[in-house]
T-cell receptor, first 116, second 116 residues
Framework: GAVVSQHPSWVICKSGTSVKIECRSL??????MFWYRQFPKQSLMLMAT?????????EQGVEKDKFLINHASLTLSTLTVTSAHPEDSSFYIC????????????FGPGTRLLVL | AQTVTQSQPEMSVQEAETVTLSCTYD???????LFWYKQPPSRQMILVIR??????QNATENRFSVNFQKAAKSFSLKISDSQLGDTAMYFC?????????????FGTGTRLQVTL
């Protein structure tokens, strides 16, 4: 399958600071990437759809000014958690849409964020 | 609303045995894909198997196969010859389309433990 990387794999930051998470499709181009959030022992919750060259589409209840998404190239999407607070601590996972024949989403390894 | 239901929060199977994980879904869409993803303790989401809704033939990937009952909106996963490495959280998901956009909806997951 296709490979998606995420960086960093984990990050600890102080309350009030901003954190940027990168998602890269390593061996294919992805015009669409997705950002999910996963709380412990729960399922994945879609936060937003990242579209290359255009604005992201946010799910209901997700603050777009809080979670800034940029998809500047066909292989890179970034999620910036602005003015992070302890309640933003979570596991963030990205995926990239594969349309080469069999429509699928391939996932990155995730980023664990802890806000102190 | 589009929903995915996994009624078995936890399951256990002995090594080399067969286990079936259940999944039902509800959608009014006619065009969709179905997936099973596994999430081992590393938390990396791994694609196990996919099924196009328009295909009657059940998908098979080595030891993994599905029983797709479209009328009943059921999509169960059978794991044959279970291995210790199959221990993971398993998520059922379906992908729907709005124009050229796609979206995955996940179930709540089934935690599978493979024992000696």
């Amino acid at each position: 399958g296709a490979v998606v990387s995420q960086h960093p794999s984990w990050v600890i930051c102080k309350s009030g600071t901003s954190v940027k998470i990168e998602c890269r499709s390593l061996d294919f181009q992805a015009t669409t990437m997705f950002w999910y959030r996963q709380f412990p022992k729960q399922s994945l919750m879609l936060m937003a759809t990242s579209n290359e060259g255009s604005k992201a589409t946010y799910e209901q209840g997700v603050e777009k000014d809080k979670f800034l998404i940029n998809h500047a190239s066909l292989t890179l999407s970034t999620l910036t958690v602005t003015s992070a607070h302890p309640e933003d601590s979570s596991f963030y996972i990205c995926s990239a849409r594969w349309t080469g024949g069999q429509e699928t989403q391939y996932f990155g390894p995730g980023t664990r964020l802890l806000v102190l | 609303a589009q929903t995915v239901t996994q009624s078995q929060p936890e399951m256990s199977v002995q090594e080399a045995e067969t286990v079936t994980l259940s999944c039902t879904y509800d959608t009014s869409e006619s065009n969709y894909y179905l997936f099973w993803y596994k999430q081992p303790p590393s938390r990396q989401m791994i694609l196990v198997i996919r099924q196009e809704a328009y295909k009657q033939q059940n998908a098979t990937e080595n030891r993994f196969s599905v029983n797709f009952q479209k009328a009943a909106k059921s999509f169960s996963l059978k794991i044959s010859d279970s291995q210790l490495g199959d221990t993971a959280m398993y998520f059922c998901a379906f992908m729907t389309f709005t124009g050229t956009a796609s979206k995955l909806t996940f179930g709540t997951g089934t935690r599978l433990q493979v024992t000696l």
